[in-house]
C-alpha cells in the first residue's frame, strides 16, 4: 500500500456550519481492480438505496476533492438521496500502488471495470451515474467511447477536456520539462505539494493559480488541500496523457485507437462544467469537446453571472461552489 501523507495539523479547523460540514456515515472498502491490485471504495450515503453515483477524482488525486472535511459534495449529494461512491483509482489515496508504473490504459482496463461491477453489485442497480473532476472526467470520455454499453446513466466532467490542443493550457508548458521527467520512474508530485503546503494562499500567488483561483476559495483551504490531496504519479501515465497533444489527439496504446476518431461512438447523456479561470483546461477546449460528444456545457465565472470566476479546483471546494455549481450537479442527474 502506498503510505499516506501525515495531515498538516496546523491547518486544521473545526467544524464550521457555514463551510457546509456535516457528519455523514462513510463506509470503506477495497475492490479487486481485474489484474488483482486492490482500489480503496468510500461510500457515503444516508438513503439507502437512493442513486448510485461514483465520484471519480483526478490526475494525482485521491478522494478529498469530493469529500473534504468542511466542504464535501458527497455529503451533499447524499443528503439528497443520493448514494455516493469514491473511488481511488491504483497508486492514489489507500489504493495499492503497482511496483511497476501504469498508464490511462490501465484505468480503463482494469479499475473502471472493478468499480462499476462493485457499485452495482452493492446498490442492485444496473447502471449508475458519474462525476468527473479533471482525469475523471477524461476516464468517463474514453471508456464511454471504448464501451459504448457502459453502464452509465448520466455523466457530468467537472473540468475536463478531450482534446487539450484547443485552448490555453499549462499542461503544454509543462511539457517542456518532459525530456527530464522521462528519466524518471515517478514524479514526486504530491511530496512537493504537502511541503509546499505552507506557502499557498499567502501573499505570492504564483503557487496557487495553477490548481485555484485564489479570490474564490479561503487560504486554509488552498493550504489542505495541497498538503492533503495529493500523490505520487509515474511518468508511464504522463506519457499515455500527453498524447492528447499530438497531431491525431488522446490515444488508447493497445488498443491502437485515436479517441477522437471514435466520439461518434459515444452515447452517454453528459455535462460538461468549465471555470473560466481554470488555467489546466480552457473553456475553448470544454466547448469543443461538447461539440465532439454531443454534450451540454455550462461555464461558470463573472461573465456568466456568477459571484467569481473559477479556477480548477474550486469549481469542487471554492466558497462559492455549494450555491453555484453543486446544485447543477443534482439537477442534471435528476434529469
Known sequence: ??????????????????????????????????????????????TPGGKPVVLLHGLGSNHGGFHFETRSIAVWLSER?????LP??????????????????????????????????????????????????VLLFCYGILQPDAPIERGIAVGSALDYRVGHTGFRTLLKLRPIAEKLPWVPYGAFMHCLSPLFGRKVELLDGFNMQRSNI???????????????????????????????????????????????????????????????????????????LDAETHILGRA?????????????VGRRAEAEVWPLLDSWLQR
Open 304 to 316: 456568466h453571472g456568477h459571484e467569481d470566476d473559477y479556477g480548477h479546483f474550486d469549481l469542487l
Open 218 to 292: 479561503e487560504p486554509h483551504v488552498i493550504r489542505k488541500v495541497h498538503a492533503n490531496t495529493f500523490h505520487t504519479i509515474p511518468t508511464s501515465l504522463l506519457a499515455s496523457l500527453s498524447t492528447t497533444f499530438e497531431e491525431t489527439g488522446l490515444r488508447a496504446e493497445r488498443r491502437d485507437l485515436n479517441y477522437l476518431e471514435h466520439t461518434q461512438g459515444y452515447k452517454i447523456p453528459t455535462l460538461l462544467i468549465a471555470g473560466t479561470a481554470d488555467r489546466q483546461v480552457s473553456v475553448d477546449a470544454v466547448e469543443h469537446t461538447g461539440r465532439l
Open 81 to 85: 438521496g443520493y448514494d455516493c461512491f
Open 1 to 46: 500500500m502506498q503510505p499516506r501523507l501525515r495531515r498538516l495539523r496546523k491547518y486544521s479547523r473545526p467544524w464550521q456550519p457555514w463551510l457546509g460540514a456535516r457528519p455523514a456515515p462513510t463506509e470503506r472498502t477495497y475492490v479487486e481492480a481485474r489484474d488483482g491490485l486492490k482500489l480503496c471504495v468510500r461510500r457515503v450515503t444516508q
Open 88 to 137: 481511488e483509482l491504483r497508486g492514489h489515496g489507500d489504493s495499492q500502488r503497482p511496483r511497476k508504473g501504469w498508464d490511462l490504459d490501465d484505468y480503463l482496463e482494469y479499475d473502471i471495470p472493478a468499480i462499476l461491477d462493485h457499485v452495482r453489485e452493492q446498490t442492485g442497480r444496473q447502471s449508475v451515474g458519474w462525476i468527473g473532476h479533471s482525469m475523471g472526467g
